[in-house]
């Protein structure tokens, strides 16, 4: 048994279900408070060090009030994109560990504002950013294949956002270290060693849990060897014939054929051999005896 599974025996029956709808009410409450009083956040709710020492620890949970877009067709976009995300990681690893995941991201924020003052003497007054991003490279590393319509209309796996995303993260850190020895008029990036240390301890939850899981091992390049070996085999053992296939998800109706990186498994809580894709066999609905 691992500590993760030690602390989920011991506190699971704390966990808070359903956390992502709680966060996004957050979201929406703090958007109607920066359009009615932005100044009010700014100068008592912001997450902002020098004050939290002066006493105003309230700013250490205040801060999530900050919404994640300035306009409202942005927030809304926001709120459907990251329903869909807490709720699929959430029914993937269960209630505990989402929570655990999330609230460790918000204390790795905490303690970057704080190590970043106190090193630097520099207050960040970090927002959630780097937060919304361990949650959205977490989302492509459970479910690579998740298909999203960019502005509702341009198809695209959540694999290659997730990429972006991590370049993005990549390209924050390294370009702040690489400041020591170069201008960053030079490197052409907009970052620095504070905000290189900041970025990487804000999405520290993402880190840790990644390359502690198995999910990890899926892109080591043993793995993906085998990966290959096996879809190879599985396409030359197909029925011949056109469209002949042998695996197909019983929701979405993809087959093997729909792609060489796709993942099928039977799930033992339906009554009866139903066969999902990686993308729906944690948030199906268990078929029972009636219904089948």
Known sequence: MNW?????????????????????????????????????????LQLSVPKVLEGQVWRLFTFLLEPPAGDMVSLLFFCLLYYTIGTALENTWGAFRFNLYYFTGILFHILAAFLVYGIWHYDMQLNLLYLNMSLFLAFGAEFPDYQLYLFFVLPMKIKWLAILDGLFLAATIMGGFLTIFFTPQLIGINSSVPK??????ATANFLLYFFNSRRFARYSPKQMRRRADYQKKVKMAAPKGKGGTRHKCAICGRTENDGDDLEFRFCSKCDGAYEYCQDHLYTHKHVTKDQA
């Open 196 to 201: 290189a240390v900041a970025a990487l301890i």
């Open 4 to 44: 993760l599974q030690k602390l989920e025996r011991k506190f699971g029956k704390y966990a808070i279900h359903n956390l992502i709808l709680y966060v996004i009410i957050l979201n929406v409450a703090g958007f109607i408070l920066m359009q009615a009083q932005p100044v009010i956040y700014y100068s008592y």
